[in-house]
């Protein structure tokens, strides 16, 4: 997600800082319950927003909130290939953890 934020510039570089602070806000106090900024887009899976940012996500036990992907709004309705990227890392996450196999890269963490 910080690679994807991190490379929009210009008008999209403003979206994407106000994108972080969405998260930041989110790893503080949860997801927002505002539909302007946070909304769910299939059963398990949710899009934050920020102007035509988007970044999917969905929960795990419902207390951890975990970000499948971003990209750039380009039409009314969510495309359903992002959606379908979103479930298919839905699936792999929870297959790893079952496994005990959930690795999480540190670079990832890295302040902006």
């Not at 036990?61 to 479930?87: D, Y």
Request: glycine share 6%; hydrophobic share 40%.
């Amino acid at each position: 997600m910080t690679e994807f934020l991190q490379g929009l510039e210009g008008r999209l570089g403003k979206q994407a800082r106000r994108a972080w602070s969405l998260l930041d806000v989110v790893a503080s106090i949860g997801p927002p319950r505002n539909t302007d900024v946070s909304h769910r887009l299939a059963p398990d899976i949710w899009e934050f927003i920020s102007g035509d940012l988007r970044i999917l996500w969905f929960y795990d036990e419902r207390k951890v909130v975990v970000c499948s992907h971003g990209f750039v709004k380009q039409r009314q309705k969510t495309p359903k290939a992002h959606l379908e990227q979103a479930e298919a890392v839905r699936s792999r996450y929870f297959e790893a953890k079952s496994k005990s196999a959930l690795r999480i890269d540190d670079e990832e963490f890295e302040s902006w």
